[in-house]
């Protein structure tokens, strides 16, 4: 049977390290990106540049193409959708559109019976007054966040008046967990009750964006083991096929909370390149394209650093050791804040 050829919405790093994953099996990939200089261009066999509502751009990629996946989630669900009826979406749109919307993504995980932080959707200004007990909390935008843009910390009411927002556009408000930790688990699921789960990776933020990530993480094994049954059930109900990320809180008291659910490969499974059998790139076109599931072995601990902003001038001009591995996702522009590479360290 001849491979089908990926086609892969977005075209920023995650796409690279997709396409590159695919190269190595043997199946081609086709990325459609609205950004010009997009550097997964660099690693795909083919490269489509057009406005994500533009349907004779998605025409031409679906003709290119047997199977669609995505590496962010914030594509407009029409354009998913009309892809969708003529060629497999995978993860299906439906679950985008769950996951996109922060207040449809922590209903859909409170009726799992899963605990997440406590929550409200802000209309309107005044609304906040009656919401003393989600203080201090984040306010958020329900959708197109990442990287905690979009996000206002709110410790009073006097808060709200400082700032200029628009309600109209849609706002959750979220109480602020006292975090001791973050982890993430991510998994790719294949079918029923068939999937693969990495360990429980420990995350350190530094403003609001991904800095350290690291296995093992130091949990409790109450801890590990609750939050792989949880992202299993996720996966699960979803009926989710492709790799899936779950981000979760630990409180001072030992408390466990999902944060949010990514549908897609995730920054902090950059590790399970050098540190499993099959990374999570790997596992994801495994999974979507319908080839062989192998069981995961870990093959080392490690931790990995994000390169951020101009710091990546040093790593471009530094030696490495035969652990360390870099990664430069080529980037046209430096940008403060911007995610512009990572280094992989095996710890033995
Ligand atoms: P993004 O979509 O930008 O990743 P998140 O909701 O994951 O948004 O927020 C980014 C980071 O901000 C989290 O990883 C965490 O460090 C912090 N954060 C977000 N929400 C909360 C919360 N309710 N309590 C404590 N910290 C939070
Ligand atoms: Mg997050």
Known sequence: MSKPTLGIIGGGQLGSMLSIAAKKLEIKTVIFCDNLDAPAQKFSDHFIH?????????????????????????????????????????????VNRIVQHRLAEKDFINKLNIRTTMYSSVEDKSEINSM??????????????????????????????????????????????????????????????????????????????????????????????????????IAEELKYVGTLCVEFFIDRNENLYVNEIAPRVHNSGHLTINAYNVSQFENHVRSVCKLEQIPLKKISNAKMTNIIGDQINVYRNRQFTQNEFFFDYLKKQIKSKRKMGHLTTLIN
């Open 50 to 94: 057009g406005s994500y509502d533009d349907i004779k751009k998605i025409n031409e990629f679906l003709n290119k193409t047997d199977v669609i996946t995505y590496e962010f989630e914030n594509i407009p669900y029409q354009t998913l959708n009309t892809i969708n009826k003529s060629k497999p979406v995978l993860p299906k749109p439906s």
């Open 132 to 233: 003393q007990d989600l203080l201090p909390g984040l306010l958020k935008t329900t959708t197109l966040g990442y990287d905690g843009k979009g996000q206002h910390l709110i410790d009073s009411i006097e808060d709200l008046n400082k700032l200029d927002i628009d309600f109209s556009k849609g706002y959750i408000l979220e109480k602020l967990v006292k975090l001791k930790k973050e982890i993430s688990v991510i998994i790719t699921r294949f079918s029923d009750k068939k999937y693969e789960v990495y360990e429980p990776i420990e995350n350190v933020h530094e403003d609001q964006i991904l800095k350290f990530s690291s296995i093992p993480a130091e949990i409790s094994n109450k801890i590990l083991e609750q939050s792989k049954t949880w992202a299993i059930q």
